[in-house]
Antibody, heavy 124, light 107 residues
């Protein structure tokens, strides 16, 4: 069974930093793209970032580019999101999501399994 | 950025009803569209990808159609467990974008 478990959220002051982790199990982690998606309280879904299976290709939303860094450690089956210069508007539940298929398919970047998320609150 | 507009934003329906949710893209996205279902406090679930391909394990009462700029999600006969919020997402280009959501409630 595919499982994704996020951790690392918490309360941080504006301008602070956090590193989120997503521990993956039940599939060959390095074969799949991974993404981070967030949901602010009472709001809709917002895509944050995506990384390829090898880690060599990354994409970011404009709202986080230059502040957030996505990475992965395929030896540890773990996805990360380093968040710097945090703002109040970054307050949200952050979830990781697994790509639908292995590389080479048109469906590589679709997201088929999501974790339950970790809560990030940016407030003074 | 490609904007996705869902309609309606809120839908009230009864068990057994046939319902349709529309997602319109601000520019053509071929068939690079997914539909998700989210229940309160739960992670989203993939229902449809590539506009019309039913994801594994999703009941056949769900279907998707469309290409270019207009897409639909149809539930042929609503079941009690279908009352949730539905989102479309485009995967044609970056940044990936979602529709604002359609909240489906019991009438």
């Amino acid at each position: 069974e595919v499982q994704l478990l996020e951790s690392g959220g918490g309360l941080v002051q504006p301008g602070g930093s956090l590193r989120l982790s997503c521990a993956a199990s039940g599939f060959t982690f390095s074969n799949y793209a991974m993404s981070w998606v967030r949901q602010a309280p009472g709001k809709g879904l917002e895509w944050v970032s995506t990384i390829s299976g090898s880690g060599g290709i990354t994409f970011y939303a404009a709202s986080v580019k230059g502040r957030f860094t996505i990475s992965r450690d395929n030896s540890k089956n773990t996805l990360y999101l380093q968040m710097n210069s945090l703002r109040a508007e970054d307050t949200a539940i952050y979830s990781c999501a697994k790509g639908l298929t292995t590389e080479g398919s048109n469906f590589y970047y679709y997201m088929d399994v999501w974790g339950k998320g970790t809560t990030v609150t940016v407030s003074s | 950025d490609i904007q996705l507009t869902q309609s309606p934003s809120f839908l009230s329906a009864s068990v057994g009803d046939r319902v349709t949710v529309t997602c319109r893209a601000s520019q053509g996205i071929s068939s690079f569209l997914a539909w998700y279902q989210q229940k309160p406090g739960k992670a989203p679930k993939l229902l449809i990808y590539a506009a019309s391909t039913l994801h594994s394990g999703v009941p056949s009462r769900f279907s998707g159609s469309g290409s270019g700029t207009e897409f639909t999600l149809t539930i042929s006969s609503l079941q009690p467990e279908d009352f949730a919020t539905y989102y479309c997402q485009q995967l044609n280009s970056y940044p990936r974008t979602f529709g604002q959501g359609t909240r489906l409630e019991i009438k």
